[in-house]
């Protein structure tokens, strides 16, 4: 079946740090790929997205590219600020049918001064 | 516009209590669903809808109750709360053409 794998958190940088999250997914078909972003006290709203292998999505600084020959969809940032602290989810969708959305257990980001 | 919102924020049934979580959006979306939040399981999918009048089961959809009388609306009804559905609950909602969802702020619930 389809399924997400992120790496465990939770995880602490210091101001200004690349930061990494790893993420990893098993679908049939051609999934969409998907990063949301959860801060404190709020619900998800999309970071960015990815559609087919070899795109790159990007927004607010981060950046995540889709590979197919890994499964990956690895996000990135090159200098977090202490407002990027959240819980980040990856996660597919096969087709357009809501039952089809997966999404991994979550990344919590801590950013300190 | 105001995008998805829901009732309450918080709450705190007993055992064997019964309630409604409520759920609006104004975008005119066909597609809403409800997720639980649970440590370390991501989302999971309680029930979703495609439109007015048609609802359909998630993942997880044992002790849940939806109906879908307008485009707007999509409450959940918890029918006989159990500890097992302290959660926080987020409601969702998506258009036809897109995969992209809205979520809205969720409903921390406790149930003792």
């Known amino acids: 079946g389809n399924s997400v794998t992120q790496m465990e958190g939770p995880v602490t940088l210091s101001e200004e740090a690349f930061l990494t999250i790893n993420c990893t997914y098993t679908a049939t078909g051609y999934p969409s790929l998907f990063w949301y972003v959860q801060y404190p006290g709020e619900g998800l709203q999309l970071l960015l997205k990815a559609t087919k292998a070899d795109d790159k999505g990007s927004n607010k600084g981060f950046e995540a590219t889709y590979r197919k020959e890994t499964t990956s969809f690895h996000l990135e940032k090159g200098s977090v600020q202490v407002s990027d602290s959240a819980v980040y989810f990856c996660?597919?969708?096969?087709?357009?049918?809501?039952?089809?959305?997966?999404f991994g257990p979550g990344t919590s980001l801590s950013v300190i001064p | 516009n105001a995008g998805v919102t829901q009732t309450p924020k918080f709450q705190v049934l007993k055992t064997g209590q019964s309630m409604t979580l409520q759920c609006a959006q104004d975008?005119?979306?066909?597609?809403m669903s409800w997720y639980r939040q649970d440590p370390g399981m991501g989302l999971r999918l309680i029930h979703y809808?495609?439109?007015?009048?048609?609802?359909d089961q998630g993942e997880v959809p044992n002790g849940y109750n939806v109906s879908r009388s307008t485009t707007e609306d999509f409450p959940l009804r918890l029918l006989s709360a159990a500890p097992s559905q302290t959660s926080v609950y987020f409601c969702a909602s998506s258009s036809w053409t897109s995969t992209e969802q809205f979520f809205g702020p969720g409903t921390r619930l406790t149930v003792l």
């Open positions: 809808s495609v439109g007015a009048g048609i609802t």
């Open positions: 996660a597919l969708s096969v087709g357009t049918s809501y039952d089809k959305v997966i």
């Open positions: 975008m005119n979306h066909e597609y």
